[in-house]
């Protein structure tokens, strides 16, 4: 098995200017998942995740995420491709989405949304010869991003407990670096909590 070569971009001494600068949504027609994008970009996106993206990358790059919906695997939530290097298109789960709660579905948006942002900065300097692999993404994100989706949740949602937002940022970053380093019992708690904010159960907001 190849051991994947972790490769954290050093932190930029000036910070960047990068930016997302358009949102397509038009691929979306499900309105529970329109209304969680629109929550999504407008606190969590723009300000929070944006801002630490600039504080790791410098340039001023203006990257555009395109949002579609798709019929994924059940365990998928969503996906991210590249449609041209600035333009990168997030696929969600029609099957499983609209029938979460809306915490869940925001979480998912920002945490696709920090892969698109990767992944244009990644194309637009040429795509250099160092794996920037999904696996070195998560590692990135559960060393750089959780406490500001933490943040970024508890600002969307001011009724969602600490507790919850934690555990709904640290989702799908299970094979991670830092996730191997949690304690296991808080680790199995996290993956209960986010558990009930999924399709199958019934905390949150839910528009179904
Ligand atoms: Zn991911």
Redo the contacts with the bound molecule.
Sequence with gaps: MDIPVEVIPPATTVPGSNSVTDIIKTGVSDPCMLAAIDMALADGLQNTIAGVFNQMFAGTDEFTIEFHEGDLPLDVS?D?RTASPAIIEITLNRLTLPGSSREYIVATIL??A??AMYDAKWNLAGRPKVIFS?YV??NL?ASKYVEEMNAALRSIFPMMSDADAIALAWG??YWTTSWSALNPTVANNYLLAIAEYDQNHTKGNRCR
């Design positions: 969503a991210t945490h696709e920090i892969h999904e993404q998560h994100m799908g970053l």
